[in-house]
Each structure stands twice: as C-alpha cells, then as structure tokens.
C-alpha cells in the first residue's frame, strides 16, 4: 500500500470522517487527491486493483474509490459488502468496471463522475487524428536520425473531410465543436441525437451504416455496453472507406482489434488511433518494460505505420484530474453525512 494520505482527529471532522481504501492509486493522483481531500476523510492509497485477490485489503474500510480497471464484478462485489464496504466511489465517466444490478442487490451505494472536463478527451482524440494525420511520431524519428526527408509524410487536410461521431453526447458534442473550428463536415450516430448540436455545428445524424460508409474520420464516444461491445468489427469495419481513419479514445471492447488490425494489413482501413485497448486491463497505467513476454497483439499494432496507441491517458489533464477529485470527495462527504451522493448510479 501507499502510505496513509490524510488522517485527521475525530474532534475536528467527526461528522465527515470516513475510511476510504482508494485502489489502483498513482503518484499522479496524489496532488489532486490531497488538495480535494482537505482532510476530511482518512483516506488509504494502495497501487493494486481491486480485484478477487485483493478485495481483502478493504477489510475495516466504509468506502472503496476505484478506476477504469479495477474489477467490481458481482463476486468482487459480494466480497466487498461481506467485508463491511458501503459504497463504491468510481473515479471516472465510464462505470462498465461495476456489477451495477449485483451492487444494488447487495445494497452497496455506487457513484462515478460523469461531468468532468470533456475538453480533456476530446481534445486529446484530436490529437491523436493529427498526429497519425501528419505522421508526427515518423517525422520526430526522422529528424533525430538528421533524416529531413518528407517522403512517407504526406498527409491531407481536415478542412472538408467527413468526420462521423459515434455517441453524440458530452465528449462527442465539444469533439463536434473542435472539429467545426477545422472546418469538417459532421455526422454523428446517437440513440437520442441532440437538436442543439444540429443547431450549433451543423452535424446531421445518420444511420449507423451511412456513417461508416460516408466518413473520413470515425470517432468513437459511446460507454462500454453490451450494445455496443465490438461495435467495429470485421463486418462493420468492411462497411467503411478503406482509407478511414478510426479513433477509439471511448472503451476498448468498442474495437474488435484483431479486426481492425487484419483491416489494416488487407488495406481496408487507414489510421487506427486508440487511447484505450481492448485487452488493456491489468497492463495499462503500469511500467511492464521489463516484461520478458509482452502482448503479441498490442505488439503487432504498434509495429504498424499508420497506428498510434496511448495508454488511456486521454483524461489526463491538470483540469480533468482536479474535477475528478472535487467531484469524488463532494460523494464521500454526501455519504458520510447520511446524504446521497449527486453522482449516484
Ligand atoms: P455521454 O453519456 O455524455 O455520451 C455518450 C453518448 O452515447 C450519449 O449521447 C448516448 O446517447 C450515446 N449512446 C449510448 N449508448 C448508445 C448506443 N448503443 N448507440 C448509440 N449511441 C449510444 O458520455 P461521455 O461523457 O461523452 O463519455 C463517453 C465515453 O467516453 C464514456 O462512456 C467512457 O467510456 C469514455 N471515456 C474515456 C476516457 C478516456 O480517458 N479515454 C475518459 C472519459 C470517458
């Protein structure tokens, strides 16, 4: 475990003080954590995930606070409320980590947090279309060899290209806003479409199929659901232009990635940029360079020319990063007053 973050005396936040096991912690986080906490909880930083293995460690713990790849399954779950665990503070927009039927039948309270900057994730999928655009990572290796060459770096402009957003919703709306200002042509594929996004960028919903099949640029911003698991795969990915670009800064299982990579390689698809890796879970977020077997296929998709993968760092801005603490403490303090949370599941 890290080491005990805030431990105040009861004579000062009697009313608020809660123990609070925060999982799959980094040093990162510790800033932001502290300047939110503002010493009202007796907060615990441990560096593994939760999980089966180590649901224990929760043991004397009111409230666990977990990320995108910790295991909130129902048997995790049920550990987790045997030990004494009340509720569960998620610490990210997507909640597809957690059982949330088995939560609620085990009465443990779960909240995430929806609203923080979405400026910081659709800012990032932006540059990652530009980067593999503009072939920016070939272009630095080249000029570290003192290789100033522009063969193999042509790329083409923005201005007029389609860009078709999948999950028209708080991330995919300020992406549309972003992408008007380069003056691309917007459809988006939405269950509910917005009528201000119409109104505001000019973006026309379409049919999932038209979509793929009129879009230059796909973008992905739907959650994880069982709707949209693989949601590209070989038999929609077929659908697209073989020159399309995809972007995945969304969830991973929303890519069927051995799909995407035979797309690739067959010249059936373009670009594939991803922040988030369907196989992500238990690699990412760690320091596995000295691996002796690394994952063949992220492997294989890094070898690629046209691929850029980054390690679900999409949120991580200095903005994003103090939204999602405010926003965990105000559920922990609502809690432990007997209040709900704002941000209930
Ligand atoms: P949101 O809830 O505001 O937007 C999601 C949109 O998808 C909504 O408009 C909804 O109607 C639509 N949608 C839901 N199910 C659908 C379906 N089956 N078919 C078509 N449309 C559907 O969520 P927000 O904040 O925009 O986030 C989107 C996703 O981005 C999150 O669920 C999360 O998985 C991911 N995310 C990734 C991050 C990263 O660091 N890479 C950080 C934050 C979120």
């Not at 080491?3 to 510790?30: D, G």
């Not at 987790?80 to 509720?87: D, E, F, I, T």
């Not at 795969?233 to 969304?250: E, F, Q, V």
């Amino acid at each position: 475990m890290l080491p005990l973050l805030q431990h105040f005396s009861l004579s000062t936040t009697c009313h608020l003080l809660m123990k609070v096991l925060i999982y799959s912690a980094h040093e990162y986080e510790r800033p932001f954590l502290t300047h939110a906490a503002q010493g009202k909880h007796e907060l615990q930083l441990e560096s593994r995930a939760l999980g089966a293995a180590t649901a224990e460690l929760a043991r004397g713990y009111e409230a666990v606070v977990i990320f995108t790849n910790d295991d909130a399954s129902a048997p995790v779950l049920e550990q987790l409320q045997a030990l004494g665990v009340r509720y569960v503070a998620v610490r990210a927009a997507g909640h597809d980590q957690v059982d949330s039927a088995a939560a609620q039948r085990l009465g443990l309270r779960v909240c995430n947090v929806p609203n923080y900057s979405p400026y910081a994730v659709a800012e990032h999928t932006v540059a990652l279309m530009l980067a593999l655009n503009r072939q920016l990572l070939r272009a630095q290796a080249n000029m570290r060899r003192s290789d100033f060459r522009l063969d193999q770096l042509v790329g083409f402009n923005l201005h007029g290209k389609t860009v078709g957003i999948i999950g028209c919703g708080k991330i995919g709306g300020v992406l549309a806003g972003i992408l008007q200002g380069f003056g691309c042509q917007l459809l988006a594929y939405d269950l509910y479409p917005n009528p201000e996004f119409v109104q505001r960028y000019g973006l026309r919903y379409v049919p999932f199929e038209e979509l793929c099949a009129t879009s230059d640029i796909i973008s992905l911003h739907v959650p994880l659901v069982p709707a949209t698991h693989y949601l590209m795969n070989a038999d929609t990915l077929a659908r697209c232009k073989s020159t399309a670009m995809l972007i995945n800064t969304g969830r991973g299982g929303l890519v069927d990635t051995r799909a995407a990579l035979a797309a690739l390689r067959a010249g059936r698809l373009g670009y594939l940029g991803l922040d988030v890796y369907e196989f992500e879970k238990g690699r990412f977020f760690e320091d596995h360079s000295q691996d002796a077997a690394p994952d063949p296929l992220l492997e294989e998709l890094l070898a690629e020319p046209n691929v850029l993968v980054t390690g679900h760092q999409a949120f991580l801005t200095n903005e994003a990063l103090t939204d999602i603490f405010t926003t965990t403490m105000a559920s922990l303090d609502a809690w432990a007053q007997g209040q709900p949370s704002e941000h209930e599941l």
